[in-house]
């Protein structure tokens, strides 16, 4: 599907088209075509800051009388790897994602990791161009329409449940870094640390950064409760 296709499609009155095409543009794609060629990463820096301020914004004022954590626990679920990916189907976005040949032949533009990652970047790219607006539409028609959705009951968060476990303790917050990348484009492993103070807590892997840092969260907790 072309995006301006997709663009008009979803009522989007974009102005730079270049921004959307970065959006849905996997590295793997523009590794193969080279020239200096942006893919989605830095616009999906901005969308995910995009999603935690207005799902925040949305659940506060939804929510009166629900404490902190559980309103960290709620959005967590929201803007998980498995949901935005559900998003980003429910929006039909896989068939716009450019990937390279690799990528392309394993099903990238159905798998989880590359799907939330677009939906992130669609939302920055919607943001930069179009603004607050626009974002809320997106965002009524995906995010808010399933903030009560009870299969989300059934997604174990390991990275609120630590977070949550380290604040009640001594009111500290964890960091997550990524420790290695490797393998081959469409197929990544990643290595992440979990720590607090500088003091590694755990280290887990996965196939996208978001699992990596829930299996770190996982091996944490499992040490805690030894």
Do not use: W
Not at 62 to 69: A, N, R, T, V
Not at 186 to 211: Q, R
């Amino acid at each position: 599907m072309e995006i301006s296709v997709l663009l008009n499609k979803l009522g989007i009155p974009y102005k730079d088209i270049h921004l959307y095409v970065e959006a849905f543009t996997h590295p793997s794609y523009s590794n193969e075509r080279g020239h200096g060629m942006h893919d989605y990463e830095r616009l999906e820096f901005l969308g995910d800051a995009v999603l935690q301020y207005y799902v925040s914004v949305y659940l506060f004022d939804l929510y009166k009388d629900i404490p902190e954590g559980q309103l960290t626990t709620l959005r967590s679920k929201l803007v998980r790897e498995e949901s935005l990916a559900r998003f980003a189907r429910e929006l039909d976005l896989g068939p716009c994602i450019l990937l390279g040949t690799g990528e392309k032949n394993s099903g990238g533009d159905n798998r989880d990791s590359v799907l939330a990652n677009v939906f992130e970047a669609f939302m920055g790219a919607i943001n930069l161009d179009c603004g607050q607006v626009e974002v809320l539409k997106i965002l009524d028609r995906t995010i808010y329409s399933h903030v009560t959705d009870i299969h989300y009951d059934n997604i174990t968060d390991y990275k609120t449940t630590l977070q949550e476990l380290v604040q009640a303790d001594s009111r500290k917050t964890v960091n997550y870094q990524l420790l290695s990348c490797i393998g081959p484009s469409n197929a990544p492993v990643f290595n992440v640390a979990v720590k607090m103070d500088e003091m590694i807590l755990g280290e887990g892997t996965g196939t996208s950064k978001k699992k990596a840092e829930q299996q770190a969260a996982k091996s944490a907790l499992e040490k805690m409760a030894r």
